[in-house]
């Protein structure tokens, strides 16, 4: 089966800038999340989606992230405007259902200068 | 919120040998699960456990869960370079489903 994809790659922006980041999960996964990894750290949830609904979006700085998953299949995170802290690897995964193992895109690595 | 750590934080072994990471978390839980980080990728799920489960073996991997003690072992055996790696664990908080990482720990196994 195909992997969960993401892009870009790499990013590479100035603070206050805006950047969107894009996310294809595995056909037929219900469940989608966006981490946060920072350098030397495990990742942190951002958000979760269940198709299309938000699950659990506790931790996103809704101040300046946001999120969509349109038609319950890919999804876009976007960070408006970005602060030098946001600096790190934003990881896409997906997984078959609620408590199934995550299925991890290689992730896009976030440089805010 | 942080709910695995990881330890140790780095392991530095030779080809051949076994290595073996731990993992301790606070609250009860209904499964843990361990992931494998190569540098610059995404992270490669290796096994889950169940609360009701002791032991579980994946070729060259057995991990252990010990609830009442809240923690867990993955132990690699008969290591390989291309074992070098970040090993998570990883369990679920709010009840079930949203799984959250520890630090890790950074295996090197030299050749």
């Known amino acids: 089966e195909a992997g969960v994809a993401q892009s870009p790659r790499y990013k590479i922006i100035e603070k206050r800038q805006s950047v969107a980041f894009w996310c294809n999960p595995i056909?037929?996964?219900?469940?989608l999340y966006w981490y946060q990894q920072i350098l030397g750290q495990g990742p942190k949830l951002l958000i979760q989606f269940q198709n299309n609904g938000v699950v659990d979006d506790s931790q996103l700085p809704k101040d300046r992230f946001s999120a969509e998953r349109l038609k319950g299949v890919d999804s876009t995170l976007k960070i408006q405007p970005a602060k030098l802290e946001d600096s790190a690897v934003y990881l896409c995964a997906s997984s078959l259902e609620r408590d199934s193992p995550l299925h991890f895109g290689n992730g896009t690595r976030l440089t805010v200068t | 919120s942080q709910q695995g750590e990881e330890d140790p934080q780095a392991l530095s072994i030779q080809e051949g040998e076994n290595a073996t990471m731990n993992c301790s978390y606070k609250?009860?839980?209904?499964?843990l699960q361990w992931y494998r980080q190569n540098s610059g990728r995404g992270l490669v799920h290796l096994i889950l456990i169940r609360s009701n489960e002791r032991e579980k073996h994946s070729g060259r991997l057995r991990v252990t869960l010990d609830t009442s003690k809240k923690s867990s072992s993955l132990l690699i055996t008969a290591s390989r370079a291309a074992d070098t790696a970040s090993y998570f664990c990883?369990?679920?908080?709010?009840?079930?489903?949203?799984?959250?990482f520890g630090k890790g720990t950074m295996l090197l196994v030299s050749p």
């Open positions: 609250t009860s839980i209904n499964n």
């Open positions: 056909s037929g996964h219900a469940t």
């Open positions: 990883a369990t679920p908080y709010s009840g079930y489903s949203t799984l959250t």
